[in-house]
T-cell receptor, first 112, second 113 residues
Framework: RKEVEQDPGPFNVPEGATVAFNCTYS??????FFWYRQDCRKEPKLLMS???SGNEDGRFTAQLNRASQYISLLIRDSKLSDSATYLC?????????????FGRGTSLIVHP | EADIYQTPRYLVIGTGKKITLECSQT?????MYWYQQDPGMELHLIHY???????EKGDLSSESTVSRIRTEHFPLTLESARPSHTSQYLC????????????FGQGTRLTVV
């Protein structure tokens, strides 16, 4: 079983739609969680951290469920510019330091 | 914008050649990483470093080697390139303090012919 699992999609949605992605992780000792965004043939960039209490940044809401070991990302009012691959990242402590592990990513296509 | 740079951006090289992919960061980050990513696939951690003179192998077995003689520099070397090494190589760094947000370089797209 992979450490971080995501549905690769693609999720094909119209502008203005609400879309949600889930991610599950296998290591219950994981301590930090993030969503990254990767545009085609570009490097990943941090979208938002995921906190236990859930957090929101504009149209984006991230939630963490430690008991079920999953993380979610909700995008409201989708824009064309949201089209990208969204990577779930889980960090475990190794040798006293955090090591991030990336999921395969979920592809989102927002169409007019 | 993150201050982490990779060179070259693109490299086409013949089988058997020795190559070094360069990665430098000016943020003073202790931790640095090398990931390998094939098109449409996940990033695989191949090497990481906690700081100067520290190097560790990642989850994915790799024939490459790394060194960390200076904080800002984390080069990756392939002694004898093979077509199976064709991939994108992404370097990243993160601060030792606080949550491990990783900043990525733009990547090196390697093709071995």
């Amino acid at each position: 079983r992979k450490e971080v699992e995501q549905d690769p999609g693609p999720f094909n949605v119209p502008e203005g739609a609400t879309v949600a992605f889930n991610c599950t992780y296998s290591n219950s000792a994981s301590q930090s969680f993030f969503w990254y965004r990767q545009d085609c043939r570009k490097e990943p960039k941090l979208l938002m951290s995921v906190y236990s209490s859930g957090n929101e940044d504009g149209r984006f809401t991230a939630q963490l469920n430690r008991a079920s070991q999953y993380i979610s990302l909700l995008i409201r009012d989708s824009k064309l510019s949201d089209s990208a691959t969204y990577l779930c990242v889980v960090a475990q402590v190794s040798g006293g330091s955090y090591i991030p592990t990336f999921g395969r990513g979920t592809s989102l296509i927002v169409h007019p | 914008e993150a201050d982490i740079y990779q060179t070259p951006r693109y490299l086409v090289i013949g089988t058997g050649k020795k190559i070094t992919l360069e990665c430098s960061q000016t943020m003073g980050h202790d931790k640095m990483y090398w990931y390998q990513q094939d098109p449409g696939m996940e990033l695989h951690l191949i090497h990481y470093s906690y700081g100067v003179n520290s190097t560790e192998k990642g989850d994915l077995s790799s024939e490459s080697t790394v060194s960390r003689i200076r904080t800002e520099h984390f080069p990756l070397t392939l002694e004898s390139a093979r077509p199976s090494h064709t991939s994108q190589y992404l370097c990243a760094s993160s601060d030792n303090r606080g949550p491990p947000e990783a900043f990525f370089g733009q990547g090196t797209r390697l093709t071995v012919v």
